[in-house]
């Protein structure tokens, strides 16, 4: 198996925010605070034009794994791992998009955040376009 990703970076990131229950344990004066933050940190995006979309998710949801499609309840909302949301972001460099997440605010109460360049392709395509250059 070729280890090259032939995948192309499209110039927009994906931030994807972990935890759900990181707010657990803050005071109402503590949570309306931290969200102000939050939001000010939105509004920071919004105002450089990179914002390409954002949304909450719910913490339910389902899962489809497997040939046979198996389909069960996910169990997202008791991980620390599960997917609260996502920002969309126009940024050309990870390292810049890794900067804009660093000043999230609810960084500091437990939450992560990935951060993922946007493919042209997926990879099995990417490699297939790839196999069909080479092999010409």
């Known amino acids: 198996m070729n280890d090259t990703n032939t995948q192309t970076a499209t110039g927009e ?4 925010i972990r935890g759900t229950h990181w707010n657990s344990g803050l005071s109402p004066a503590e949570l309306q605070r931290i969200m102000t933050d939050f939001y000010g940190w939105v509004e920071g ?15 339910e949801g389902k899962l ?8 069960t309840d996910g169990v997202f909302a008791e991980s620390k791992e599960a997917i609260a949301g996502y920002f969309l972001l126009s940024v050309a ?3 810049e998009a890794v900067k804009l997440a660093q000043a999230c605010p609810i ?3 437990g939450a992560q955040i990935e951060v993922r360049p946007i493919a042209d392709l997926c990879r099995p395509m990417a490699d297939v376009k790839a196999n069909n250059t080479t092999n010409s």
């Open 64 to 71: 489809v794994s497997g040939a046979q499609s198996l389909v």
């Open 93 to 95: 460099s990870t390292d």
């Open 107 to 109: 960084l500091a109460h």
């Open 13 to 16: 990131h994906l931030l994807l």
């Open 45 to 59: 995006l919004q105002s450089k034009s990179i914002l390409r979309g954002a949304q909450p998710l719910m913490e």
